[in-house]
């Protein structure tokens, strides 16, 4: 069957919709919300989609920013992509659900297999779901259901898929935890993020190796196969200007490249990292 991670392919595109100027506003963004610095959040954002781009190499595909859809920018939720293959999801925010829309034809356009979610009972977002490169975990949630997972399940039957109970109502399974590499599991300390790794270790028959790191956001991160050959893996991580208490045990990570990009301002609107592209590990059809 190979090795962890190996179903972590190697990367030739990624997809990031334009930052707009409604998500400025708190009230715009969704209730409880602060307002933000547009100028700056547009600044973080340009700088990832450049760092995709340049030094990941990725063919970069940018939405436009929609006033009418102030998280439109979050796309990581609206879609969960293994393969050739792209399930839309279902966000637990009736007022986000048209965000799937733009990303739905777009990947359409990549030639992907588009699945939909056409149970009206079924609440999945994108972030609640890590792929590790031989499995599935589903973070049940606010956001997300048992049946939203079980349709995980369904779409992607080549991989064994659990559900992780989230213990916290302010992050998504991968704002506590993500891979660090193809073998490793990073997570943060808090008790969510720990009680969350712990119920993987349970759950899977593959071992990976488990970094611990100070800020929870910090395991919110994108490990990454360039898809030029003999280029190491990259991973794309908040760097210290966002989280400096973490960068000292991100540099353990030693068989990767650390590309550090900040997503503070973004943050404020509910943004991870991993929330804000989808990386198509396959090259999609023509």
């Avoid at 030739?12 to 307002?35: D, F, N, T, W």
């Avoid at 925010?93 to 588009?114: F, H, M, N, T, W």
């Avoid at 050959?229 to 991973?235: H, K, S, T």
């Avoid at 068989?255 to 991870?272: F, I, M, N, Q």
Wanted: proline share 7%; aromatic share 4%.
């Amino acid at each position: 069957m190979g090795t962890p991670g190996e179903g972590l392919g190697r990367c030739s595109h990624a997809l990031i919709r334009g930052v707009p100027e409604s998500l400025a506003s708190g009230e715009g963004a969704g209730a409880g919300l602060p307002a933000l610095d547009l100028a700056k959040a547009q600044r973080e954002h340009g700088v990832l989609g450049g760092k995709l781009r340049q030094r990941l190499g990725l063919q970069l595909l940018e939405l436009p920013p929609e006033e009418s859809l102030p998280l439109g920018p979050l796309l990581g939720d609206t879609a969960v992509i293994q393969g050739d293959t792209a399930l839309i999801t279902r966000p637990w925010s009736p007022a986000r659900r048209p965000e799937v829309d733009g990303v739905r034809k777009a990947l359409q356009d990549l030639g992907l297999r588009i699945v939909e979610m056409g149970d009206e009972n079924a609440t999945l977002d994108g972030t609640d779901v890590l792929f590790t490169g031989r499995e599935f975990f589903v973070g049940l949630s606010k956001w997300t259901n048992h049946r939203g997972a079980e349709i995980v399940a369904d779409t992607f039957r080549d991989f064994a898929v659990s559900t992780v109970p989230v213990s916290t109502s302010t992050s998504h399974l991968r704002g506590l935890c993500g891979m660090g590499g193809p073998r490793t599991v990073v997570a943060g300390s808090s008790e969510a993020a720990q009680k969350a790794v712990r119920a993987m270790a349970v759950l899977t028959d593959h071992p990976y190796a488990s970094l611990t790191l100070p800020d929870d956001a910090a395991a919110d991160c994108l490990f990454l196969r360039p898809g030029l050959p003999g280029v190491p893996p990259f991973l794309l991580h908040r760097g210290g200007g966002d989280l400096p208490n973490s960068q000292e045990a991100l540099q353990k990570l030693s068989d990767v490249t650390l590309v550090p990009v900040s997503c503070s301002e973004l943050e404020k609107a509910g943004a991870g990292l991993s929330s804000l592209c989808l990386v198509l590990s396959t090259r999609p059809h023509s």
